[in-house]
């Protein structure tokens, strides 16, 4: 046996153990709370939790923490040993089932929006058993909710958790209407691609604005970037791939389903690419791949940079979202049918993400916003913020043929109506990709493409369930009351098709033309995060949310005004990094390298010579230093004129329209200046250094 048939899952309490640690009736009634979402009785939980505590000991724990994703970019734990005081003075380990299933975290802490207060502490985990506790370093971690002693989900789990369950209800009904008594559940699957790059540890600790923001503030153009295409699917550097290989093992203990790994475009860019899974489950795996991934890299003398845009003038990157939706009997709703009742179940599935993306581009727009992402949409290989569907040029003229009641000259004249076999055969790879598309369908799936790097994948998937719930609703709620079923299926196919349209477009997402014609078109156009966030409580959204009990106005106002904040703090963070490295670092470098060049030049001309090219080159150094010192010293004006208040929106405004553009000016000089100081005067490490030298 190999190390992955040895190795895979052996640090996760999965199905497997499970059956095998469980009494039968045990994890039969485990398995009806994992399938059905029944209640979990409490005497089951005690049986569980002991299981899981003997098996986890043997693996070599000794606490256990509530594995949760508070509303920031982290995931958070609270380590507790199982150990228990005896009479003798020793102590046994224990771990009851009301521990399993409930634990209790500080709730003023971590970001609220306003849910609670500063005195306002109590919170609690509850155990979410569809997602697999397993081992981390000695620490049974226990995936668990988090929410609020009034019940508001303060987390990006309890809120993707309500929308699969909103997507259940009304997909089933749907399947229903066709039929498919069989099929009792739906769930939304996802897999999400991990791009990321990999720079020398030891070049990274002399770069404030890598630890402090996460992305290069400063800095030059190298004089090569990925203008060759040679590093992308390139032969993989030998300490690359030594990280690489750990990577792969430490996931596979933790039962992530990583198979691809490959360089990405730029230089040092990589990407890591897992087998789809339930969401919530992918959602907690990639939580927990971005973890490893930086655990790994250090063991190598690496950083792994997470950031959406951590070079400028190269890639940034993104998390490429594939979602679909599959039954419990096995079946892909997104998959297209052979019969004509397939056809049209397929057809309906697909026009009902057509209308959920239409109707509520905003909120896709919102979930995926955050400050990193702003630099990285619309530039290089990033989609544009505006958000279209590509579903490529075989399925659109099927789509159009069938709108217009007309034949579909593929091999043959199909006749598009209901009862008619509607498609033609239809194979996976029917047309090509577009790689500028933020919304594609790829086969079989849609591919998300906007959702930034480093951030968690539940906001998104959020979304998608639950304006994809809303369509299915609408769906439902017309063809349970229709008289002739078939009739009526296919005037609302139609119907939907002919009313958006709109969004769908094949075409390159990256030109000026597209984005006119967007606007003709009348989509919405959310160009930054200040622009997107206060999407999530318009009314249409908020009423949305309510009715399919995912989100109520509090929590999604406390989620806007979470983001707006971050956003506000971030980009002070940045200007502030910024300020320190330009006086401290920059402007001491600059000035005893123009000293240095004064003083030859003097040199010169005292022995007779003629130093032209010295003074030109002063003379450029004299300028640019002033405009960097200007630069400066307006942004620390601008700084220090925040306004006060309790208003996120206000500052966050702020902070892009007048902030944001002072840092840019400053770097803009700073990276003029770069080009002309002497390598050995600079005070960090240079592009072509982070890029070229692992």
């Given at each position: 046996m190999?190390f992955?048939d040895e190795n895979?899952?052996?640090?996760?309490?999965n199905?497997s153990?499970?059956?095998q640690r469980l009494?039968?009736?045990?994890?039969?009634?485990?398995h009806?709370t994992?399938?059905?979402?029944r209640?979990?009785d409490?005497q089951?939980?005690?049986?569980?939790?002991n299981a899981?505590k003997?098996?986890?000991i043997?693996?070599?724990?000794?606490?256990y923490t509530?594995w949760?994703?508070?509303?920031?970019?982290?995931t958070?734990e609270?380590h507790?040993?199982?150990i228990?005081p005896?009479?003798?003075?020793?102590v046994?380990q224990?771990f009851?089932?009301?521990e399993?299933v409930?634990g209790?975290?500080?709730?003023?802490?971590l970001p609220s929006?306003g849910l609670r207060?500063?005195?306002?502490a109590r919170g609690y985990t509850?155990?979410?058993?569809?997602?697999?506790?397993?081992?981390?370093e000695?620490i049974?971690?226990?995936?668990t909710a988090y929410?609020?002693?009034?019940?508001?989900?303060l987390?990006?789990k309890?809120?993707l958790?309500?929308s699969m369950?909103?997507l259940?209800?009304?997909?089933v009904r749907?399947?229903?209407?066709?039929g498919?008594l069989?099929?009792?559940r739906v769930?939304?699957?996802?897999?999400p691609?991990?791009?990321y790059?990999?720079v020398?540890k030891?070049?990274?600790?002399?770069?404030s604005?890598?630890i402090?923001?996460?992305r290069?503030?400063?800095?030059a153009p190298a004089p090569?970037?990925?203008?060759l295409?040679d590093h992308f699917?390139?032969t993989?550097?030998?300490?690359v791939?030594?990280?690489?290989?750990?990577?792969?093992?430490?996931l596979w203990?933790v039962g992530v389903?990583?198979?691809?790994?490959?360089?990405e475009t730029a230089p040092?860019?990589h990407e890591m690419?897992?087998?789809?899974?339930?969401?919530?489950?992918?959602?907690d795996?990639?939580q927990?791949t971005?973890e490893?991934?930086k655990?790994?890299?250090?063991r190598h003398?690496?950083?792994c940079l997470?950031?959406?845009k951590?070079?400028?003038?190269i890639?940034?990157?993104?998390k490429?979202n594939?979602w679909?939706?599959?039954?419990n009997?096995?079946y892909n709703?997104?998959e297209?049918g052979?019969?004509?009742?397939?056809?049209?179940?397929f057809?309906?599935f697909?026009?009902?993400?057509?209308k959920?993306?239409d109707?509520?581009?905003d909120?896709l727009?919102?979930s995926?916003?955050?400050a990193g992402n702003d630099?990285?949409?619309g530039?290089?290989?990033a989609?544009p913020?505006?958000?279209?569907?590509?579903l490529?040029?075989?399925l659109?003229?099927i789509?159009?043929?069938?709108?217009?009641g007309?034949?579909?000259?593929?091999?043959?004249k199909?006749?598009?109506t209901?009862?008619v076999h509607?498609?033609?055969?239809?194979?996976?790879d029917?047309?090509?990709?577009n790689r500028t598309s933020p919304?594609a369908?790829?086969?079989?799936k849609?591919?998300?493409r906007?959702?930034?790097?480093?951030a968690?994948?539940?906001?998104?998937?959020?979304?998608?369930?639950t304006?994809?719930a809303?369509?299915?609703?609408?769906?439902?709620?017309?063809?349970e009351?229709a008289?002739?079923f078939?009739s009526?299926l296919?005037?609302?196919i139609?119907?939907?098709i002919h009313e958006h349209?709109r969004?769908?477009?094949?075409?390159?997402?990256?030109?000026d033309e597209w984005v006119?014609?967007?606007?003709n078109r009348?989509l919405?156009?959310?160009?930054?995060t200040?622009?997107a966030l206060?999407c999530?409580t318009?009314?249409k959204n908020i009423?949305?949310?309510?009715?399919?009990?995912?989100?109520?106005?509090?929590?999604?106002r406390?989620r806007?005004d979470?983001?707006?904040?971050s956003?506000?703090?971030?980009?002070a963070?940045?200007?502030?990094?910024?300020?320190?490295?330009?006086?401290?670092?920059i402007?001491p470098a600059?000035?005893?390298?123009?000293g240095?060049i004064?003083?030859?030049s003097r040199s010169?001309?005292d022995?007779?010579?003629?130093?032209?090219?010295?003074s030109?080159?002063l003379?450029?150094?004299?300028s640019?230093t002033d405009?960097?010192?200007?630069d400066?010293q307006?942004?620390e004006v601008k700084?220090?004129?925040v306004?006060?208040?309790?208003?996120?929106?206000a500052?966050?405004?702020?902070m892009?329209?007048?902030?944001m553009?002072a840092?840019?000016n400053l770097?803009?000089?700073?990276?003029?200046?770069?080009?002309?100081t002497d390598?050995s005067?600079?005070?960090f490490?240079?592009?072509?250094?982070l890029?070229?030298?692992v």
């Amino acid at each position: 046996m190999g190390f992955v048939d040895e190795n895979f899952g052996i640090n996760v309490f999965n199905d497997s153990v499970m059956r095998q640690r469980l009494p039968k009736e045990t994890y039969r009634a485990l398995h009806k709370t994992i399938d059905d979402g029944r209640r979990l009785d409490p005497q089951v939980a005690s049986v569980v939790a002991n299981a899981m505590k003997d098996w986890a000991i043997e693996r070599g724990a000794t606490h256990y923490t509530h594995w949760f994703q508070p509303l920031n970019s982290v995931t958070a734990e609270k380590h507790d040993a199982f150990i228990s005081p005896a009479q003798d003075g020793k102590v046994i380990q224990e771990f009851s089932g009301k521990e399993l299933v409930r634990g209790e975290a500080d709730a003023s802490s971590l970001p609220s929006g306003g849910l609670r207060s500063t005195f306002e502490a109590r919170g609690y985990t509850a155990w979410d058993p569809t997602s697999y506790a397993f081992i981390k370093e000695h620490i049974l971690c226990i995936p668990t909710a988090y929410c609020s002693y009034g019940g508001e989900a303060l987390d990006k789990k309890t809120p993707l958790l309500r929308s699969m369950e909103a997507l259940n209800k009304q997909a089933v009904r749907i399947l229903k209407l066709f039929g498919r008594l069989d099929a009792t559940r739906v769930t939304p699957t996802v897999g999400p691609e991990q791009e990321y790059f990999l720079v020398d540890k030891t070049l990274y600790d002399r770069r404030s604005d890598l630890i402090f923001a996460g992305r290069t503030l400063f800095g030059a153009p190298a004089p090569k970037g990925q203008e060759l295409g040679d590093h992308f699917f390139g032969t993989i550097k030998t300490r690359v791939q030594a990280f690489m290989t750990e990577l792969n093992e430490e996931l596979w203990k933790v039962g992530v389903l990583a198979k691809t790994e490959h360089n990405e475009t730029a230089p040092s860019q990589h990407e890591m690419a897992p087998i789809f899974s339930i969401a919530n489950v992918a959602c907690d795996h990639n939580q927990l791949t971005m973890e490893i991934m930086k655990k790994v890299a250090r063991r190598h003398g690496l950083h792994c940079l997470l950031s959406e845009k951590p070079f400028a003038g190269i890639n940034g990157s993104g998390k490429h979202n594939n979602w679909s939706m599959f039954t419990n009997t096995g079946y892909n709703l997104l998959e297209p049918g052979d019969s004509p009742h397939e056809s049209a179940q397929f057809l309906l599935f697909l026009t009902s993400v057509i209308k959920a993306v239409d109707d509520y581009q905003d909120l896709l727009r919102a979930s995926v916003a955050s400050a990193g992402n702003d630099h990285r949409l619309g530039g290089c290989e990033a989609p544009p913020a505006i958000i279209s569907i590509f579903l490529g040029d075989e399925l659109t003229e099927i789509l159009e043929a069938l709108e217009a009641g007309s034949h579909y000259d593929s091999r043959e004249k199909i006749d598009m109506t209901i009862g008619v076999h509607m498609l033609p055969k239809f194979p996976k790879d029917a047309t090509d990709r577009n790689r500028t598309s933020p919304f594609a369908f790829t086969g079989n799936k849609f591919e998300f493409r906007s959702l930034g790097s480093s951030a968690s994948i539940s906001a998104a998937n959020v979304v998608l369930n639950t304006i994809v719930a809303e369509s299915l609703r609408q769906f439902a709620d017309e063809l349970e009351q229709a008289e002739d079923f078939r009739s009526a299926l296919h005037d609302l196919i139609v119907r939907t098709i002919h009313e958006h349209k709109r969004i769908i477009f094949n075409g390159n997402n990256y030109t000026d033309e597209w984005v006119k014609e967007a606007e003709n078109r009348g989509l919405c156009r959310l160009d930054s995060t200040v622009d997107a966030l206060p999407c999530y409580t318009a009314e249409k959204n908020i009423r949305l949310f309510e009715t399919h009990k995912v989100l109520s106005e509090s929590e999604l106002r406390s989620r806007r005004d979470i983001g707006l904040d971050s956003y506000a703090k971030l980009t002070a963070i940045e200007a502030r990094t910024m300020i320190m490295m330009a006086r401290r670092q920059i402007l001491p470098a600059v000035i005893r390298f123009t000293g240095d060049i004064a003083t030859a030049s003097r040199s010169i001309r005292d022995a007779g010579g003629d130093f032209a090219s010295g003074s030109e080159l002063l003379n450029t150094l004299c300028s640019t230093t002033d405009q960097l010192s200007s630069d400066l010293q307006l942004l620390e004006v601008k700084l220090a004129a925040v306004p006060d208040g309790d208003d996120p929106l206000a500052a966050a405004r702020y902070m892009h329209d007048e902030i944001m553009p002072a840092m840019d000016n400053l770097r803009r000089s700073a990276d003029a200046l770069e080009l002309y100081t002497d390598r050995s005067y600079w005070p960090f490490p240079t592009y072509d250094e982070l890029l070229f030298s692992v």
